[in-house]
């Protein structure tokens, strides 16, 4: 059974860093791309960020471009999501997913900015 | 960016009763490799989404029959043939061809 369990999110005041993991078991980890889409209250669904099977190519919203950088740890099977300068309107609840087209999600961490 | 345009915002159906949501594409999205990377997720409140439809119309695994994909080019739609009272949630398109990846704005369907 594919499972994806993330965690990591707490509250966190403007400009503060917070990295993000997600842990993955149930499939081949190294074998697929790896994604991150966020969910801001009350909101639709807003893709993140992206990374190929070996890490070697990374995609991003232009949202958190420059800030947040995507990367995994397949020995680990964990994808990670370092994300600096983090302003208000991050906040979010934030999924990650297996592959480009999300066929399994976790159930979320919530990353609050607010001073 | 490809902006998918979903409709109506929200739907209020009858137990039983067919319920069909459309998204429309700004730009095509059929991808070099001949597929149609636009897919369908369901959100049920506080719960993850979950994939029911890749790829325009393949259905995924543990993914009722009553749940249809159909469309192409830029023109989509999903179709509940008989609502039943578990189909409440928000229902979303997505597409998968273009970088960035987008999604529509959500449809709410009440029961």
């Known amino acids: 059974e594919v499972q994806l369990l993330e965690s990591g999110g707490d509250l966190v005041q403007p400009g503060g860093s917070l990295r993000l993991s997600c842990a993955a078991s149930?499939?081949?980890?190294?074998?697929?791309?790896m994604s991150w889409v966020r969910q801001a209250p009350g909101k639709g669904l807003e893709w993140v960020a992206s990374i190929r099977p070996s890490g070697d190519g990374t995609f991003y919203a232009d949202s958190v471009k420059g800030r947040f950088t995507i990367s995994r740890d397949n020995s680990r099977a964990t994808l990670y999501l370092q994300m600096n300068s983090l302003r208000v309107e991050d906040t979010a609840l934030y999924f990650c997913?297996?592959?480009?087209?999300?066929?399994?999600w976790g159930r979320g961490t919530l990353v609050t900015v607010s001073s | 960016d490809v902006v998918l345009t979903q409709s109506p915002l929200s739907l209020s159906v009858s137990l039983g009763q067919p319920a069909s949501i459309s998204c429309r594409s700004s730009?095509?999205?059929?991808?070099?490799?001949?597929?149609?990377?636009l897919n369908w997720f369901q959100q049920r409140p506080g719960q993850s989404p979950w994939r029911l439809i890749y790829k325009v119309s393949d259905r995924d695994s543990g993914v009722p029959d009553r749940f249809s994909g159909s469309g192409s080019a830029t023109d989509f739609t999903l179709e509940i043939s008989r609502v039943e009272a578990e189909d409440a949630g928000v229902y979303y398109c997505?597409?998968?061809?273009?970088?960035?990846?987008?999604f529509g704005g959500g449809t709410k369907v009440e029961i």
């Open positions: 149930g499939f081949t980890f190294s074998s697929y791309a």
């Open positions: 997913a297996r592959n480009y087209y999300f066929a399994f």
């Open positions: 730009q095509g999205l059929v991808y070099s490799d001949g597929n149609t990377y």
């Open positions: 997505m597409q998968g061809t273009h970088w960035p990846l987008t």
